[in-house]
């Protein structure tokens, strides 16, 4: 049996969570949750989120007009009219077309955003800043200099996640010499920023190494494992 929203403990409800966090900091099911406030009998409105998500995914549920939007299951007139206004909104305020965040999820997508590193002869240690759609929401130089625990601490690398209510953290820095196998000191510097995202509910989602003969992902090496 699902749980009611009232039911979960304070952090894990949607409204909660996005005063503590900012929106950013909220996955499409729970922002679709705080919109539709309630569900129905049997079905929490994270539940109710969740199965119109599925049903009407990659944006299509935005697209129904309203009188469809009135047939689904639990959602009825108010909450039809509710989730119309707030998708009017998103639609006005969104800008001009193609004005969105860029999209960092993949390490191709780091290397791309790192082109500037190419030739540089000096490590530049670099986190992305990602909301729940790893859309990236700042990018920052955390060090320049060969990497050591000292450069990178996860003070200077969290600081800015939790300023902007960040969903998770991706990090990136350059090997010059050109060999992409990580480095000890590689290792315990995702060790530790690993740990710290954990205790601060702010994942690190990888550390991707790059050079000029292309880049290497922990996560997908299996690395981010060793440091669970």
């Not at 697209?63 to 009135?70: C, G, S």
């Not at 007139?77 to 969105?100: I, V």
């Not at 710290?196 to 994942?203: D, K, N, Q, S, V």
Request: aromatic residues 4%; hydrophobic residues 40%.
């Amino acid at each position: 049996m699902s749980l009611r929203i009232a039911e979960l403990h304070p952090v894990e409800r949607p409204r909660e969570r996005l005063a503590e966090r900012g929106p950013e900091a909220l996955s499409e099911e729970e922002l679709l949750a705080v919109v539709l406030r309630t569900g129905y009998a049997g079905c929490s409105a994270l539940d109710l989120a969740g199965e119109l998500l599925r049903r009407y995914p990659d944006g299509a549920l935005g697209r129904l007009p309203l009188a469809e939007l009135r047939r689904q299951k639990g959602i009825g007139l108010s909450r039809a009219a509710a989730l119309g206004a707030a998708l009017e909104l998103a639609r006005r305020w969104a800008g001009p077309a193609g004005e969105t965040l860029p999209l960092v999820d993949s390490p191709a997508a780091v290397r791309e955003r790192l082109e500037f590193l190419r030739g540089k002869k000096k490590e530049y240690f670099i986190a992305f800043y990602l909301n729940a759609c790893n859309r990236l929401l700042h990018q920052e130089t955390v060090s320049i200099g060969t990497l050591t625990a000292s450069l990178v601490h996860p003070r200077e690398v969290f600081a800015p996640a939790v300023e902007r209510s960040a969903a998770g953290v991706l990090v990136a820095h350059n090997h010059p010499s050109g060999d992409l196998r990580p480095s000890p000191e590689d290792r315990e510097t995702t060790r530790r920023l690993a740990a710290a995202g954990r205790i601060l509910g702010i994942p690190l989602l990888d550390h991707v190494l790059i050079a000029d003969s292309g880049c290497l992902s922990f996560r997908e090496q299996g690395l981010l494992r060793e440091d669970r």
